[in-house]
């Protein structure tokens, strides 16, 4: 049996489901959880200072709805392929907003005119982990785009593609407010601070050499002064000794 239909799931009609304990087992009313399918929430060039940001957020009735890991996963691979082509792999950051915390229960049901006895009516109709879906409102940011404020166009027609693979609306919302997005991927963090971290030991170095030929010129003018000082005492006092002498030469005789 191939994949049900999105809208079989988007609805919040149900409680939301969440809970998985990973200490306390014998709380948990499932076995395991569905493996992610949003494999990636982060792609681009994380390093470069971008000054723009295209968001897409979701057009939705004002209870909310659901959208499975597996459509997020879709519109990333398309977002970012266009992203790719149309600026290239060094000029923007896309970044995933939300996470697919939602479990997905479905009570199998029995197919067919034959009957199947494969249910026990609905005294534990809890039902089994099929999947993952994320519980989004009405104007909640789903991408955020970080390019430069020449791109910004480019980035927005991008984002407008991915209405084709989400089963709702949209709104594209170009902005300047970067810190908006959130935190960046740790690993790029850390890089960014080596980076800094290494320009600035390069700067203390180029300040030391730059710092080490005035002083070496400072204590050379210090000993001609030194040097100037001197002189004209040596003159000084050897006047009298001549002086001396002279007188002397008369006794003698």
């Avoid at 390093?47 to 979701?58: P, R």
């Avoid at 927005?156 to 919302?173: D, F, G, N």
């Avoid at 710092?211 to 002064?225: D, H, L, R, S, Y």
């Avoid at 004209?232 to 006047?239: D, L, V």
Wanted: proline share 4%; with cysteine.
């Amino acid at each position: 049996m191939g994949l049900r239909p999105g809208r079989c799931y988007s609805s919040t009609k149900d409680r939301a489901y969440t809970r998985y304990a990973d200490t306390v087992q014998h709380k948990n009313f499932i076995g395991a959880v569905p493996g992610l399918k949003t494999r990636q929430f982060n792609m681009g060039n994380g390093m470069k200072e971008f000054d723009t940001v295209a968001d897409l957020c979701i057009v939705c009735a004002p209870l909310g709805m659901q959208i499975r890991d597996n459509a997020i996963e879709s519109t990333r691979l398309m977002v970012n392929r266009q992203l790719f082509k149309r600026l290239g792999k060094e000029e923007f950051f896309l970044k995933v907003r939300a996470y697919p915390h939602h479990i997905l229960r479905e009570n199998k049901q029995a197919q067919g005119a034959h009957a199947d006895r494969i249910q026990k009516g609905m005294s534990h109709a809890f039902g089994k982990a099929i999947g993952r879906a994320i519980r989004v409102r009405d104007g909640q940011v789903l991408f955020s785009v970080l390019c430069m404020d020449e791109n910004a166009e480019k980035a927005k027609e991008c984002l407008e593609t991915a209405v084709s693979r989400l089963p709702c609306r949209i709104k594209i919302h170009v902005h300047k407010d970067i810190k908006s997005i959130g935190t960046k991927p740790k690993k790029t963090r850390d890089l960014k601070e080596e980076e800094d971290k290494a320009a600035a030991e390069a700067a203390a170095g180029a300040a030391t050499e730059g710092a080490a030929p005035a002083e070496v010129g400072k204590a050379a003018a210090g000993t001609a002064g030194a040097k100037t000082a001197t002189g004209p005492a040596k003159t000084e006092a050897g006047k009298p000794a001549a002086g001396a002498k002279t007188e002397a030469k008369p006794a003698k005789k």
